[in-house]
């Protein structure tokens, strides 16, 4: 695996490759690799010839600074594990590359930034589309991978890609979820063992609602069992939304579509969990 900080050097390495007519994976992370992004990796491996990984934690994209300072950062074990998984090029910039001087570009989704996350995270999404924007600049891919539990954000990249003309194709890959059910994430290595395991409240929320609404239950019905679940329960819920997965809006009938989807968050401790759930499938 090639490992450069340098956007002229991985500039030129994608240059050379696609003069072989190679064709390039791209899988942008912020690290603390977990099996989820191996997924991606294993995604990018069956459609591209090379595959590319970015490692770096965008301080634009997050909205709270103590959040910033205590995301998990595992550099060295990131770069053996993608060597051991098949990464061709690793690219890891400072904010000094990715930032140099003053940034003042901000991104506005109409409503698509301003619903759930966005509601909660205001700015978050202007963040993860400039340093996307300029990662995609970078390194010119012919394919980008993103994982669907960060749903919100997938739709608003594509809505990206669409909107700047971006030449590549944006593949979704399905949420990996530990044996207790608990969604993937890097913050999972901030919740202690006790705690980990008390997060599966959010997987079994999702599951009893989803259940609810196929038995043609009613959103109200399906919001109730949530509340529910987490009203004796150290786990704070901050949103339960049954969406469809094209512009976000709420659904409030025709669940029994391929597109709705049930998105849900909250915190366990002081860490801040997501998770999503398609009624179909």
């Known amino acids: 695996m090639i490992s450069t900080g340098s956007i002229a050097d991985i500039q030129a390495l994608i240059s050379q490759f696609k003069s072989e007519g190679k064709k390039i994976g791209f ?86 930034d301003k619903v759930m996350e966005g509601k909660f995270r205001p700015g978050h999404f202007s963040g993860v589309a400039l340093i996307v924007s300029k990662l995609f600049n970078i390194v010119q891919p012919n394919y980008a991978f993103f994982g669907q539990k960060d749903l919100q954000q997938l739709t608003i990249i594509k809505k990206l890609v669409e909107e700047l003309f971006f030449n590549l194709e944006i593949v979704p890959v399905a949420i990996k979820r530990e044996p207790n059910g608990l969604a993937m994430s890097s913050r999972n290595e901030r919740l202690s063992k006790e705690e980990r395991h008390e997060a599966q409240i959010f997987y079994k929320a999702l599951s009893e609602a989803k259940l609810i609404l196929k038995q043609n239950h009613s959103a109200e019905n399906a919001k109730e069992i949530v509340k529910s679940l987490f009203s004796n329960h150290r786990a704070q819920l901050e949103y339960f939304e049954i969406v469809n997965d094209k512009d976000l809006h709420s659904k409030t009938k025709n669940y029994l579509e391929a597109d709705t989807v049930l998105c849900i968050a909250g915190f366990i401790g002081n860490v801040r969990l997501i998770d999503n759930m398609y009624l179909i499938s």
């Not at 909205?63 to 950062?73: A, E, G, I, S, V």
């Not at 770069?79 to 904010?95: A, M, Q, R, W």
């Open 27 to 112: 899988v942008p992370t912020m690290g603390a690799l977990h099996e989820g992004h191996l997924s991606l990796i294993d995604a990018a491996k069956e459609k591209a010839d090379i595959v590319v990984c970015s490692i770096y934690v965008n301080p634009t994209q997050f909205t709270n600074q103590d959040d910033l300072k205590q995301y998990p950062r595992n550099v060295e074990t990131d770069k053996s594990l993608l060597e051991n998984n098949g990464c061709d090029v690793l690219f890891l910039p400072s904010d000094d590359v990715m930032y140099a001087g003053r940034n003042t570009i901000k991104f506005d989704f109409g409503d698509l």
